[in-house]
Antibody
Framework: QEQLVESGGGVVQPGRSLRLSCAAS????????MHWVRQAPGKGLEWVAV????????YYGDSVKGRFTISRDNSKSVVSLEMVSLRVDDTALYFC?????????????WGRGTLVTVSS | ETVLTQSPATMSLSPGERATLSCRAS??????LAWYQQKPGQAPRLLIY???KRATGIPPRFSGSGSGTDFTLTISSLEPEDFAVYYC???????????FGGGTKVEI
């Protein structure tokens, strides 16, 4: 059974850094691209970043480009998001999501999320 | 950048009624359009991918249609558990970013 478990969230001051992790199980991790998607409190979904199955291609949303770095370790089935220069508007629930097995253009499984609060 | 506009923002319906949700793209997205359901405190769940294909385990009362710029999610007869927020989503071949619509809340 597929499972994605995020961790690493917490309360951090503006300008500081945080590293999120997402541990995958129940599927062949190295075969799928992985994404981070976030949701600010009471708001909609915002796509954050993607890393390809081999970890070679990485792409970011405009609001995080240059501040966030996505990476993966296929030997450990983990995808990570390194966040630096955090801003108050980065406050959100961060989900990791797996590319669809039937269509890479959708996300067929999501974790439950980890909450990041950026506040002084 | 592709902008997805969902309408209406909120719709008030009763169990048993038909729900028709719209998603309009600012440029053609071919059939690369997905729909998700999100309930409070839960992660989104994939309902429809490639505009009209139901994801695994999704009941047949959910259907998707459209191509190009105009897409529709239809729930043929609302069940109590269908009251939730629904999002449409598109992802490019290249660049490989993704975009979400603002969501439609289906409330009782």
């Amino acid at each position: 059974q597929e499972q994605l478990v995020e961790s690493g969230g917490g309360v951090v001051q503006p300008g500081r850094s945080l590293r999120l992790s997402c541990a995958a199980s129940g599927f062949i991790f190295r075969n799928y691209g992985m994404h981070w998607v976030r949701q600010a409190p009471g708001k909609g979904l915002e796509w954050v970043a993607v890393v390809s199955s081999a970890g070679i291609t990485k792409y970011y949303g405009d609001s995080v480009k240059g501040r966030f770095t996505i990476s993966r370790d296929n030997s450990k089935s983990v995808v990570s998001l390194e966040m630096v220069s955090l801003r108050v508007d980065d406050t959100a629930l961060y989900f990791c999501a797996k590319e669809g097995g039937d269509s890479k253009f959708s996300f067929d499984f999501w974790g439950r999320g980890t909450l990041v609060t950026v506040s002084s | 950048e592709t902008v997805l506009t969902q309408s209406p923002a909120t719709m008030s319906l009763s169990p048993g009624e038909r729900a028709t949700l719209s998603c309009r793209a600012s440029q053609s997205v071919s059939n690369y359009l997905a729909w998700y359901q999100q309930k409070p405190g839960q992660a989104p769940r994939l309902l429809i991918y490639d505009a009209s294909k139901r994801a695994t385990g999704i009941p047949p009362r959910f259907s998707g249609s459209g191509s190009g710029t105009d897409f529709t999610l239809t729930i043929s007869s609302l069940e109590p558990e269908d009251f939730a927020v629904y999002y449409c989503q598109h992802r490019n071949e290249w660049p490989p970013g993704a975009f979400f619509g603002g969501g439609t809340k289906v409330e009782i």
